[in-house]
């Protein structure tokens, strides 16, 4: 795994050890980035399940100001430490060990708004949906941010959430990949394009 392009590139980061934790390859990665757009004017991102930071850090080095990280294994919080030293992301980065939904709350309290959210959880968890309700409800988004859940390609998640359009779905594999734009009401579009692989 490496960062693929910004202000780190070409820094190789470490998985977590063992075998529990499937990290986001680097084809998938690329795919994903070119979908939501190559680079950032700043704002901020969250890595809820973010494993081993990958996709945190590719979102800093392309021009997000700062992320957070969460995740509720030790050792994956270990990693994440040890990548975000490898990316020299500074104070850029915030790293916590805990669970998505008590991290949620304690981040709508602090009134974090993000930008980017990545939602690439363990396979067999299929809720990401209720995730997006709940940093709906918390106002924990910037207008137009975006949403990238990272999921089994078996699963299906809705074209359409509450405040949420899905903009593209794409399948690498067992692996699928589906993009979320938030909107407030009265600023709805809609439209998806479909990418498989």
């Given at each position: 795994m490496r960062v693929i392009a910004g202000e780190a590139k070409g820094r190789t980061l470490k998985a977590v050890p063992g075998m529990n934790t499937r990290p986001t390859t680097d084809k998938v990665k690329e795919a994903i980035f070119s979908m939501i757009g190559p680079y950032f004017d700043g704002g901020m991102a969250l890595d809820?399940?973010?494993?081993?930071?990958?996709?945190?850090?590719?979102?800093?080095?392309?021009?997000?100001?700062?992320?957070?990280?969460?995740?509720?294994?030790?050792?994956?919080?270990?990693?994440?430490?040890?990548?975000?030293?490898?990316?020299?992301?500074?104070?850029?980065?915030?790293?916590?060990?805990?669970?998505?939904?008590?991290?949620?709350?304690?981040?709508?309290?602090?009134?974090?708004?993000f930008r980017l959210v990545f939602l690439d959880p363990p396979?067999?968890?299929?809720?990401?949906?209720s995730l997006m309700a709940q940093l709906a409800a918390n106002e924990m988004l910037e207008q137009d941010a975006i949403i990238v859940v990272e999921h089994d390609a078996a699963h299906a998640y809705p074209e359409q959430l509450e405040q949420f359009d899905r903009i593209k779905h794409a399948k690498y594999g067992d692996t699928a990949v589906s993009i979320y734009?938030?909107?407030?009401?009265?600023?709805?579009?809609?439209?998806e394009s479909d990418v498989n692989e």
């Open positions: 809820l399940f973010a494993g081993t930071g990958g996709l945190g850090i590719e979102a800093w080095s392309r021009g997000i100001e700062r992320t957070v990280f969460i995740d509720r294994e030790k050792i994956s919080v270990d990693t994440i430490r040890l990548n975000v030293e490898t990316a020299k992301m500074g104070s850029a980065a915030e790293i916590y060990r805990n669970d998505a939904e008590r991290a949620l709350k304690a981040l709508a309290k602090r009134e974090q708004r396979y067999k968890m299929v809720t990401m949906d734009h938030y909107y407030n009401a009265g600023s709805h579009d809609g439209g």
